[in-house]
């Protein structure tokens, strides 16, 4: 754990020398994807020595199979293997080496990489082999219509901005900030109508990246101090089951679980700067002319903090990898897209039994809380007062549901994690199956204008511009590809 914070922070200062030494305005595309290559190589060997060579072997057997198999099914047979050859490595960490420590360990960067590499295929197989009205707007606008160097494969996969902690990004999204190309999507409203334009910019990091190491600062203050003294394993002592009452068991679970999210905002924070301190992850700029470094952000706290419902925790943690699940999952699923979602990402996550109660719990709580949302959300909808009533009682409904979910997460094992649900009574599996038994389940129409009336009174801001979050910038490599390429963007978001 020492060595991961120590190769970030160094990591950091090699972002900074990166933009100010090999800008590339001053560097060829091929130095900067050569250097960010083997800079990120060195972190990885100096973080988690001969292990390192697990991330190479993936990342090439991976890019063999691309070009032998083919751009027809190659994304299906990278899927399969990157998958499998993650599985196998957290199969023999967990089950030969280190059960149950959460050890900074090598299987962690391999996560991002298996990410990387099934997303870029499958965005290769979009741009290559399918028909072009065939797919979404958004598998359009990321599709590869060419296939990578064994160089910008690595060096996407293995850079040093991301190899340690990520995030995931869209392949072509990075291209676009090694070879220079950064544009800024701009809405002008003239006589009731919108109009893409862009912009050829290069704005400073500096304030985004001074405001994400504060509140990196302060997540890791949390973590030493106040999350130590809230173990969720209190949530299974015996002593404490037997006396205390239910209001202050449920309330113990949702702060034990809160104090546990620390770690997490630090990690994903740390890294998050690291990209914008290279000058990647810019989005343009807000309406008030302000810069948003937030292109490749994995969460926002504020809105995971007061989530009113399981879908928008969920939509503000750990984006990219929802973003992922999305795009190579749910949208392709030809058969219950949600619950083959779950079981991608607990598998994805590791072999821990705990990941899988985890995410099939999550199966419950989600279909059970789409249900109440369509159900019955309309009728408080009316009243700012009575919505306003509605939304803290959801608040604290989704808190405490999340807090139960995600318990097996934390206890890994079979034993601890039966142990706290036996001590709950199974009582939220068990409200779940009857939400489910009473309430129909009906079919979410994307981009309603009644679901965007009923947002929670916090939230509304956040949803317009997640529109924007949902979809990458990208650029292509000519003037008149890049038109088209905005073009097409913009009207995905207007969707």
Known sequence: ?????????????????????????????????????????YLALFCFGWYALH??????????????????????????????????????????????????DFSGPMMIITQKITSLAFEIHDGMFRKNEDLTPSQRCLAVRRMPSLLEYLSYNCNFMGILAGPLCSY???????EGRSYQLQQSEANGKEDAKYEQTDPSPNIAVAQKLLICGLSLL????????????????????????WPVRFFYLYVSLMAARPKYYFAWTL?????????????????????????????????????????????????????????????????????QTFILSAIWHGVYPGYYLTFLTGVLMTL??????????????????????????????????????VVPFVLLSVKPSFTFYSSCYFCLHIASILVLLVLPLKRTQKGSKNHESIQPVWSKKLEEENLLQKNSYSTTNNSFSQKQEITCRYQALKQ
């Open 368 to 405: 059970a809380a789409r249900a109440i949302r369509n159900n019955i959300r309309h009728y408080f909808v009316e009243s700012p007062a009575v919505k306003l009533c509605y939304d803290v009682v959801t608040w604290m409904a989704t808190q405490v549901a999340i807090s139960y979910t």
């Open 55 to 104: 991330f190479v072997i993936q990342s090439g057997i991976s890019y063999y199979i691309m070009i032998i198999i083919g751009v027809e099914n190659m994304h299906k047979y990278c899927f399969v293997f990157a998958l499998g050859y993650l599985t196998v490595c957290q199969i023999t960490r967990v089950y030969i080496f280190d059960y149950g420590q959460y050890s900074a």
């Open 1 to 41: 754990q020492v060595n991961f914070v120590v190769c970030q922070l160094f990591a950091l200062l090699a972002a900074i020398w990166f933009r100010t030494y090999l800008h590339s305005s001053k560097t060829s595309p091929f130095i900067r994807h050569v250097v960010a290559t083997l800079l990120g190589l």
């Open 222 to 245: 949390f973590h030493m101090t106040i999350t130590k003294t809230l173990p969720v394993e209190y949530n299974i002592d015996d002593n404490f089951r037997a006396t205390a009452s």
């Open 271 to 339: 890294a998050d700067a690291i990209n914008n301190a290279a000058g990647f992850g810019f989005r343009g700029y807000d309406k008030n002319g302000v810069t948003r470094w937030d292109l490749i952000s994995n969460l926002r706290i504020q809105q995971i903090e007061f989530s009113t419902s399981f879908k928008m925790f969920l939509d503000n943690w750990n984006i990219q990898t929802a973003l992922w699940l999305k795009r190579v999952c749910y949208e392709r699923a030809t058969f219950s897209p949600t619950i």
């Open 172 to 178: 072509k999204d990075y291209i676009t900030f090694i």
